[in-house]
């Protein structure tokens, strides 16, 4: 019973240590990984509000035959049905790769206070324009970088 106590109290203080911004990275990881075994390319993202996941999405191009079916694109419509509202201030999206532009956009619209991603897209990343997000939005590249961005060159790899 003790030693169960102590496993229990264990497992409670590596929740308080972990990084809450990997912790959520991981759960939009998990997402992306679903696309990978789905023959999708491999991008998750979660929307979190008071530390409780309230959308979870993954890319859907493939399985949709829609070119807009990004992650987050998804995630911000479970996201705005959760609230019936369209936008959502109080919400920070977890997204595993640099969102595109039109993701971006997407993000604008929604006035989402804060967006986090993993793997930086040197090509179509939002980055590489000029701001585009909305002007409340702050933004934080390269959490979790390394582990996200393996999953994307693994699957492209496969491609070849
Ligand atoms: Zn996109």
Redesign the pocket.
Known sequence: MFSYLVFEFRIFIMGLLTNPDEYFMNEALKLAQKAFDEDEVPIGAVIVIDNQIIAKAHNLVERLHDPTA?A??QAITQACNYFSAKYLPDCTIYITLE??T??ATAIFWAQIAKLIFGAYDDKLGFTKHKNILYPKTIYEGGVMESECSALIKNFFKGKR
Do not use: A, D, L
Request: charged content about 15%; some cysteine.
């Open positions: 990004h987050e694109m969102p595109c039109m993701c």
